[in-house]
């Protein structure tokens, strides 16, 4: 079940500063979601109506429960796993800002909003209404429906805020903002969303470039090739994966896509300096059998 509106062309202001909202989604996760992060200048907002499952950001993990809301900003590794028997539903909105860190005038509600670069705690604000409202005028687009979506996500960040100010959590600070293009949307949720098939001529032709095209765009916005962001989605999934204790090696080797155990096995040793089977031995004890409400 998923509900999603891409490459939306409803820019609003807040603060003195133009926000654009490029991907506004409504899921239920079935799979994993390995680690990843975004560029300068952009912010995901989730909120869990329903379900559970567990949210891991730079080695840290956090219980997802019903009526959690978290904020991931710009070049914060994070990742998600469901509860097989009860998996969280999620609402996202991942919005960019650019020319943030141009000179502007001081916004209080904007700086902290910028500020804060991950944040968790439970929504005191009613943002489940909120995001209701959202998808309403999204899928009907009743008369002047632009401009509700615009009222909406400024609401959305004032509630955030708020949310802020009535929950102390960790914060981390915003990063110089640069061009972030739209094209990164679509590179993120590839390997994301399919990681088991990942290509790079599948991805240069979703983006209407060559493959070479493709690459230089790949280390211009993160640095690395697509092949080690390939390994980076793959490893990154056997992580996660390997958390189920009732999977096996062989399963997981088939949904990561590769063509035996043993070549599953060869890669994640080459990557972690582990065996699978002594990662997951070791993350076990890290971790001291905890395991969040629900028995995840």
Not at 211 to 216: D, G, P, S
Request: some cysteine.
């Amino acid at each position: 079940m998923k509900t999603q509106y891409t490459n939306l062309d409803i820019p609003f202001s807040l603060g003195g500063l133009s926000v654009h909202p490029l991907n506004i989604i409504f899921e239920r996760f079935t799979r994993v979601i390995p680690a990843h992060s975004h560029g300068n200048g952009c912010y995901e907002i989730h909120y869990i109506p329903a379900g559970f499952g567990r949210l891991e950001v730079d080695g840290a993990y956090y219980d997802i429960s019903p009526n959690t809301l978290f904020v991931t900003g710009p070049h914060i590794v994070h990742a998600q796993s469901p509860l097989p028997s009860d998996p969280m539903q999620e609402y996202c909105v991942y919005v960019r800002i650019p020319g943030a860190s141009r000179s502007r005038k001081p916004s209080p509600l904007m700086d902290a909003f910028l500020s804060t670069r991950f944040w968790i705690g439970q929504d005191l604000q009613g943002i489940h209404l909120l995001m209701k409202q959202l998808f309403d005028e999204l899928e009907h687009q009743y008369t002047g429906y632009q401009n509700q979506v615009g009222l909406l996500l400024s609401q959305l960040i004032i509630s955030l805020v708020r949310n802020y100010e009535q929950e102390e959590k960790p914060k981390y600070h915003s990063a110089t903002d640069t061009l972030y293009n739209s094209k990164s949307i679509i590179i993120e949720e590839y390997f994301l969303y399919e990681y088991r098939t990942l290509s790079l001529d599948a991805l240069a032709r979703r983006l209407n470039l060559s493959a070479r095209q493709t690459q230089r765009l790949m280390q211009d916005y993160y640095g690395k090739t697509f092949q080690q962001k390939k390994t980076e989605a793959r490893m990154s999934a056997a992580s996660i994966l390997l958390n189920e204790h009732g999977r096996s090696i062989a399963s997981i080797a088939e949904e990561l896509g590769y063509s035996s155990a043993e070549h599953f096995t060869s890669a994640f040793k080459k990557y972690f300096h582990a065996s699978p089977g002594a990662y997951r031995k070791e993350q076990t004890e890290k971790m001291g059998n905890r395991v969040p409400s629900k028995n995840f």
